[in-house]
Each structure stands twice: as C-alpha cells, then as structure tokens.
C-alpha cells in the first residue's frame, strides 16, 4: 500500500558527481539531488541538448494526495518490500498480462498517443514534460538515511511507427523492447545510458501523489512521429535499493503534441516558402510587357 505519510523528496542540485565505468568503453555519471531547488543533465545520455532533472517548490501543488494523479506507469517491486530493483515499461495489456513490476489496475498502465505529450519551453529549447512520483519509507530513512534513497537507472523511451495498442505480454522483458529497434520495428528516442539518478525522498517531504521530479526531454526527438504510439521504459535500483511504495510516471495535463518552434506542420515542420507578392513597379513593368507582346502579335498577323 502507498503510504501517504512518508516523508519525500527531491529536489535539485549537484549533492555529488561521481565517474563510474560500467565497462571499459563506456563513462557514466552518479547525480544526485537534494534538497536545494535545482536541476541536473548528464552529459552522456543520448539527447543534445541534454535531458532535463529537475524538481523545484513550485511542483509541490500541482498534485495533492495519494490517488489524486493519473499515472501512465505504476511500480511495486515483485515482492512489495526489500528488494533491490524494479522495472517495467507501459503496454496495453490487461491486467492479467502486466509484465515485470507493473502494477494494476488497468489504466495505470498505458502507453501515451504523440498528441497527449505536453511541451514547454525552458531557455531557448522546448521540452517534452514528464513527472514522477517516488515514495520510499520515511521511518526507515531516519534510522537509516540510505533506505529513503533509490536511484533511477534506466530510462529509455521507444516510438512504436504506429498507433496500435502494444501488447507484449506478462512474460514480456526489457530487452525484448531492444530487440525491436534492432529489428528496425521501432525508434529508441532517448536513453539515459549507464548514468545513475539518484533520488532521497526524506529531504523535501511533499507527499504522496505530487511530482517529486519533472523529466525533460528534448522536443526535437520526437519529431516524424505522429502516428506513434510512445513506450516509456524504467528501471530502480540495485545502487539505491528499492524500499517500499510505488514510483509512478504521469503527466499533467495534456497536450497536442510537440509543436515545430519555427511554424510548418507537425510531424516534419516543413515551412511552405513564402507566397510573393509582386510590388507595384513590377506589376507595371510586366503589365507594358504584356502591352508590347499584343502590338507585336497584332503586327504580325
């Protein structure tokens, strides 16, 4: 059960970056947030301009109350306490046909349409908005500060090439969502790569049902897509384990899609040329050629 009095967090700013090399041949960074408004980008994760964490006082409001939000994708680890990771990724399915750790009841688990994703300018760039919800103990944090911590260390986001409703089944993995980029079935538009988020939820305390952090993706990756239906994959844990509670994604709101910052239309943002309108001496110099091609004709025949 989610548990409405757990105090939560984030919020953000740098607490510490660490490298870590996950193989030989790739880099990977640790951010953490705190509890001073901020934000953090990783450098190597695979959108230029780099993704967007961030959290600040003004999401507090947005959302009161456990069950107040509409989330898209809901997990509880497979054993409901102490294990170190939960994954999972939005489908279609039925109930009976959730894969990993997702969680019922039907509708808190659904892929999104491109036109639901709400786009909002930060700086000079424009973002694809999502929340999130974590909620670890707060008890278990103030006897043990790293059980309030967990730790997002995968997120990938897949375009479908069409709006039909994915349905992979309970037997469904990660990898299999791979597997159909290999294939060439699908798109990946973003991926965190071997970088680790991590998050404390006994720092801010805003409780159950509001967003601990706004995640922004560029705009510009999702463009070409406007049939697709979009698949948002995750995983927590094992460097932060996960305690207890659900993390949920959801949106506020919704949008039309994202936009084409210099007009054009949607999906490709071509920019039709503009119509030219002649200026009046050059309507007059074409109107005595016209005049001289009739005296011509009229001559010569």
Do not use: H
């Not at 990783?42 to 999401?59: E, K, N, Q, V």
């Not at 424009?126 to 929340?131: A, D, P």
């Amino acid at each position: 059960m989610k548990r409405t009095m757990k105090v939560r967090t984030l919020a953000a700013t740098i607490f510490g970056i660490g490298v870590v090399f996950a193989s030989p041949s790739i880099q990977a960074e640790l951010l953490s947030l705190d509890a001073v408004p901020k934000s953090v980008s990783f450098t190597s994760d695979s959108s230029t301009p780099d993704a967007i964490f961030r959290t600040t006082d003004a999401l507090a409001p947005i959302v009161s109350g456990s069950g107040k939000i509409d989330p898209f994708l809901r997990l509880l680890d497979g054993t409901g306490q102490n294990s170190n990771s939960e994954q999972g990724f939005t489908a279609d399915d039925e109930t009976a046909q959730l894969p990993l750790d997702v969680q019922p009841p039907d509708g808190m688990n659904r892929t999104l349409l491109i036109g639901e994703l709400v786009v909002i300018p930060v700086g000079s760039q424009r973002y694809v908005q999502f929340f999130l919800d974590i909620n670890e103990g707060q008890g278990q944090g103030q006897t043990n500060p790293t059980e309030s911590k967990l730790s997002l260390e995968l997120l990938k986001i897949y375009g479908t090439r069409s709006n039909a409703l994915v349905k992979l089944g309970a037997d469904a993995e990660l990898s299999d969502l791979d597997a159909k980029v290999t294939n060439n079935e699908w798109d990946l538009f973003y991926d965190l790569g071997a970088n680790i988020l991590s998050l404390d939820s006994s720092l801010i305390g805003s409780g159950s049902g509001r967003p601990d952090v706004e995640i922004l993706i560029p705009e510009y990756v999702f463009r070409g897509a406007l049939t697709d239906r979009i698949v948002l994959a995750t995983q927590f844990g094992p460097t932060n384990p996960t305690d207890s509670g659900f993390e949920e994604f959801f949106l506020t709101g919704s949008g039309s899609g994202p936009q084409c910052p210099d007009g054009g239309t949607w999906p490709d943002c071509d920019v039709l040329p503009p119509v030219t309108v002649p200026e009046p001496g050059s309507l007059a110099l074409l109107g005595l050629s016209l005049t001289g091609l009739a005296l011509l004709r009229r001559r010569w025949t």
